[in-house]
């Protein structure tokens, strides 16, 4: 493999909308409508010469959302800023902010459609 193992991410919702409201205001940044006939898609800004893997908010008949196997991390500069924000988005604290020594700090939290997520800092 020479490429970063991850190289893209599908976050699966059920209302788009809230979801979109959520992480753009969790997130500070503005995602662009992608998708097809049978699937709605909201992708997160990315660069493909930058490090770490684009992908979208994903709504489509007959994936729900929440309980799956699969975490995804959001780079931060401090993770307890974006955490603190995941309440007024409508989201809640599954982990607060916790050191994970020489790698950095995570928390966890819960977007609006359960999906569980985790954000990551070095700072």
């Not at 401090?78 to 603190?84: K, S, V």
Request: proline share 5%.
């Amino acid at each position: 493999m020479h490429a970063n193992p991850v190289g893209w991410f599908e976050i699966y919702v059920q209302d788009l909308r809230r979801a979109q409201a959520f992480y753009e205001g969790v997130f500070h940044l503005k995602l662009e409508k992608l998708g097809g006939p049978d699937v709605e898609m909201l992708a997160f800004p990315g660069q493909s010469e930058r490090y770490g893997a684009p992908g979208a908010l994903v709504r489509m008949p007959g994936v729900n959302s929440g309980g799956n196997s699969v975490l995804v991390y959001f780079s931060c500069a401090d993770c307890q800023q974006e955490a603190e924000r995941v309440i007024a988005c409508g989201g809640r604290v599954h982990r607060p902010k916790v050191s994970i020594g020489e790698h950095g700090h995570i928390a966890l939290v819960v977007d609006t459609e359960g999906n569980l997520i985790g954000l990551h800092s070095m700072q």
